[in-house]
């Protein structure tokens, strides 16, 4: 089975990486082969992505932190996508899960997707939802969750 991980950076050791990092160590990859996109990019030796790195398995880095690689992204990301064939896409956090809910409608094979998202209180509560764009992703993201069907891991 191949299962494909994507998520947003791997820049740091925030609780999502590691949870990531964790899974990959902890998971018998002669049964499951692993991949993972990152949408921004790893960073540097001293990261959650240098440790995946280290366990072998495979990383792509899409360099979407810079604005002028946003066309090229979505070309590059739906032909990797649809080269890599996954069986399972694991999105991480919500750009990831919009990302990929987009993508799956147009790539053969419609992998199943699993959500991993996260509830912070000083997200949902804070000065955060003030942005009305982020206001605005956040009900698309609810929107997709009523009619994607994908599991969700919070």
Not at 15 to 30: F, N, Q, V
Not at 70 to 89: G, Q, T, Y
């Amino acid at each position: 089975m191949k299962m494909l991980h994507v998520i947003t950076d791997l820049n740091g050791y925030g609780g999502t990486e590691k949870t990531l990092l964790r899974y990959l160590a902890g998971t018998d990859r002669t049964r499951v082969e692993h991949v993972v996109y990152v949408l921004k990019d790893c960073g540097g030796a001293d990261t959650v992505g240098a440790a995946i790195r280290n366990l072998g398995v495979r990383i792509h880095e899409f360099g979407l932190n810079r604005p002028r690689n946003a066309l090229a992204f979505v070309f590059s990301f739906l032909r990797r996508l649809r080269k890599e064939r996954p069986d399972v896409i694991s999105a991480w956090l919500y750009h990831p899960i919009a990302v990929t809910e987009l993508a799956r409608r147009l790539i053969p094979g419609k992998p199943r997707i699993v959500w991993h998202i996260r509830s912070l209180p000083s997200y949902a509560q804070g000065p955060g939802l003030r942005n009305r764009g982020r206001r605005a992703f956040l009900w698309f993201i609810g929107v997709l969750s009523r009619r994607s069907g994908a599991p969700i891991v919070a």
